[in-house]
């Protein structure tokens, strides 16, 4: 969607808001800027909307990137990353800073109700390379990260509560193809134990046309609302074993 010269306008008069906090964050000592996020929870709990505290919650981020990464983002990415929270795709060329763009966004949802923020990009690598970048300042601000696959050996089998550990941390950088597999399997699963996600709340996705356009094929299709529930495949197997070979069904040779 293109915004209109409104929307441009409301976009830059957050992005003064944000500014406007600059000043007082600087003066701040590391604890006292580290609290921010515990304070930020608290208004939200008190009744305040995520667009009321994104000022000062962008503002925090921004600080704190100064000091972990010693980057300040510029007001670019900071109106990129306003884009992103009002639910639009922000386009920024190659070299603009799109992981540091993202970063102010996650700080305002994880603080919402605990829910997290998922950080979604078309490969391992983009997903691992951007946690390994920006974790140490989200973990400073108080947060946990984590990739939504074994970093040490991808092709590892991972038991559900490792994955249940993952999908718990306040941001979690992953694929598409590593979502929408876990959601399928999540949704086969016989109980609750072999279960580890939690409700979705916030995503971002990087490479947007990639991901959507490009990477839309089966594993989507496989993870779309089922028709049918799941778990009948269950209550088939148990049927299908029931049956006598030669008495129930002819030309399977005995295999069952």
Request: charged share 25%; with cysteine; aromatic share 10%.
């Amino acid at each position: 969607m293109i915004l209109d010269a409104f929307e441009r306008h409301q976009i830059k008069r957050q992005l003064r808001k944000v500014n406007k906090w600059a000043p007082k964050m600087r003066k701040m000592s590391d604890e006292e800027l580290k609290s921010q996020t515990k304070i930020l929870q608290k208004q939200l709990a008190d009744g305040k909307t995520v667009d009321q505290i994104l000022p000062r919650a962008f503002a925090a981020m921004r600080e704190a990137d100064l000091r972990v990464l010693k980057m300040f983002p510029y007001d670019a990415q900071v109106m990129g990353a306003i884009v992103l929270n009002q639910g639009y795709i922000a386009e920024m060329k190659t070299g603009e800073g799109k992981n540091v763009n993202r970063d102010p966004c996650a700080i305002p949802e994880c603080a919402e109700w605990q829910g997290g923020a998922i950080l979604v990009t078309p490969n391992a690598y983009l997903a691992q390379r951007d946690e390994e970048q920006l974790a140490p300042v989200y973990e400073w601000m108080g947060l946990t990260v984590s990739t939504g696959f074994p970093k040490d050996d991808p092709e590892r089998k991972v038991r559900p509560e490792e994955k249940r550990q993952w999908y718990n941390s306040d941001i979690l950088y992953t694929t598409a193809s590593n979502l929408a597999f876990d959601y399928l399997f999540n949704n086969l699963a016989a109980n609750k134990d072999g279960q580890y996600l939690r409700p979705y709340h916030y995503v971002i996705i990087d490479e947007v046309d990639d991901v959507l356009l490009d990477q839309a094929t089966s594993p989507f299709v496989v993870a779309s609302a089922p028709m049918l529930q799941s778990n009948l495949y269950r209550l088939c197997d148990d049927f299908v074993r029931t049956l006598v070979p030669k008495r129930d069904f002819t030309g399977c040779q005995g295999r069952f």
